[in-house]
């Protein structure tokens, strides 16, 4: 059974920091981006929980159709969307004006060893059966339809055929490379970490968080988060209420918090600690990756007078709660 190491924030808190840490362990495999299957829409996660939910059969043609064609979506981009969308980002750097090809530039195949061959065996395990159907919701302008049907199930035994899965792709992932253990670092998936423990009840989940403050500040400079800091507190704001709830439900021992400003001040100490929650020997290679670019303190220098009152307005209780000092 591999090994696997989550790491979650609510984005731009430090997650990819320290994943690059972990991934310079001799020991640990990691790819170089977010592989996105597991926790974006219509991926794993989503499939799961809503289809464990709630169920009929159109529901389930829905979402099976959903699931399949997000993991062909990551599997491979075509030439001619690769070709058309590095036109659009090069004439539209942040993506606001016209968006590129969904997902451009994925191409799983190429990163992880039969991950096609693994979808097809996912879904040959889904759907039950097919058959010739058109309803009115179905697909616009298909020819010879189907409806894929796959019967009600208990989470359960969606958590076994789809944990399995997640345990295929990256086991084949570390039989290639040689290594012990896999470390991602797909942003939110503390949102969705009690789904994630419910696939992977052996997997660890490490939560990075750093000032709320500084979080926002970088919120406002990324294309897919709010430019506004005051919808940025909100939106951070959100995400953290939801974790805590989430937090308290999860099982004893599946995870560790981490403020990114500590690792950045005794990285050795944390670092054997964390390695200790994981499962696997310190190893000092770790401590040569340069944690100098944390930016920790940029939202002093970079919010105005009233968006520091404002933000602070916001997330005043989330600054104290989280150990950091509220200052006018």
């Not at 295929?168 to 992932?173: C, F, R, T, Y």
């Not at 949102?191 to 750093?210: K, Q, T």
Request: charged fraction near 25%.
């Amino acid at each position: 059974m591999p090994k696997m190491v989550f790491i979650g924030g609510t984005g731009r808190s430090g997650t990819s920091i320290l994943k690059d840490v972990l991934a310079s362990h001799p020991d640990a495999a990691s790819l170089p981006f977010e592989y996105r299957f597991i926790i974006d829409p219509d991926g794993i996660v989503d499939f799961y929980a809503s289809f464990s939910a709630i169920w009929s059969p159109y529901i389930a043609d829905r979402k099976l159709k959903r699931l399949a064609g997000l993991l062909h979506t990551l599997a491979d981009e075509p030439l001619h969307h690769w070709l058309l969308s590095r036109l659009i980002r090069a004439w539209n750097r942040d993506g606001k004006t016209l968006s590129p090809r969904m997902y451009h530039g994925w191409e799983l195949k190429r990163h992880l060893p039969n991950f096609e061959r693994h979808t097809q065996r996912l879904m040959q395990q889904l759907v039950e059966f097919s058959f010739p159907a058109c309803w009115v919701g179905s697909a616009s302008y298909r020819f010879h339809p189907q409806i894929e049907h796959l019967g009600p199930r208990s989470r359960r035994e969606l958590a076994g055929i789809l944990g399995d899965f997640i345990r295929d792709v990256i086991n084949d992932l570390l039989q290639q490379s040689g290594k012990g253990f896999f470390v991602e670092d797909n942003t939110w998936n503390i949102l969705v970490a009690r789904e994630l423990l419910e696939l992977l009840p052996e997997a660890r989940l490490i939560h990075v968080y750093r000032d709320p403050r500084d979080v926002v500040a970088s919120f406002s400079q990324q294309r897919w988060s709010p430019a506004d800091k005051q919808q940025g507190a909100r939106w951070y704001k959100a995400m953290m209420t939801h974790w805590f709830r989430v937090r308290s439900e999860l099982p004893a021992g599946s995870t560790y918090e981490l403020k990114l400003e500590e690792l950045v001040a005794a990285p050795e100490a944390m670092l054997r600690d964390i390695c200790s929650f994981i499962g696997v020997p310190f190893d000092e290679r770790m401590l040569q990756v340069d944690l100098g670019h944390a930016h920790s303190g940029r939202w002093k220098r970079e919010y105005t007078t009233p968006e520091k009152q404002a933000v602070q307005a916001i997330l005043a209780d989330l600054i104290e709660r989280l150990g950091y000092p509220l200052t006018a």
